[in-house]
C-alpha cells in the first residue's frame, strides 16, 4: 500500500473454473464512493497513454485484461504501480497527474468517473500541474 492518500490499490474478487474467469466489481456503492457519471475503456495502446490530470476528477482504474504500469504523481511525490488484469484496481482521488507505461499487447484499461468530460479541466503540461497543487494547497 502507498504512504499516501492521494490513491488507493483494489483488488476484485475473480472465481475460476472449467468454464474460464468470472472477476466481480460487486458492490460498487460501497466500492465507489462517488456517484459514476462516464465510464470507458481502453485497449490497443501504442507507447504511452495519460501524460495528465483531470481537476477534480476522481477514477476507478480497472485492469480487466492484460498489463501495465501506472505512473503517478501527486505534486510531491512519484509512485508506480504494476497492474495486472482482471483484479488490479487503482482508486484516484482528486488531482492527480497519471502516466500509463508498457502496455500490454492485449490491454484493457476499463475506468469509471465521477464527472462528464470536460476538455477545459484537463492539464498537459507537468509544470502547470505543480503550480495547480501548490495553489489548492494555500
Known amino acids: 500500500m502507498p504512504k499516501t492518500d492521494s490513491y488507493r490499490k483494489h483488488l476484485l474478487a475473480s472465481h475460476r473454473d472449467e468454464r474460464g474467469s468470472l472477476t466481480v466489481l460487486d458492490r460498487i456503492d460501497q466500492l465507489v464512493p462517488w456517484t459514476v457519471k462516464r465510464s470507458y475503456w481502453v485497449t490497443d495502446v501504442i507507447g504511452q497513454r495519460g501524460g495528465h490530470c483531470v481537476r477534480n476528477e476522481r477514477k476507478f482504474y480497472v ?24 483484479t488490479d484496481v487503482i482508486e484516484f482521488r482528486e488531482d492527480l497527474w497519471r502516466e500509463l507505461h508498457d502496455v500490454s499487447p492485449d490491454a484493457v484499461i476499463f475506468t469509471l468517473c465521477n464527472d462528464h468530460y470536460d476538455r477545459s479541466k484537463y492539464i498537459t503540461d507537468l509544470e502547470e500541474f505543480k503550480k495547480h497543487i501548490k495553489t489548492k494547497e494555500q
Do not use: N, S, V
Open 63 to 86: 485492469m480487466a485484461k492484460g498489463t501495465c504500469t501506472m505512473r503517478i504523481f501527486d505534486g510531491r511525490e512519484w509512485y508506480e504501480e504494476k497492474l495486472q488484469g482482471p
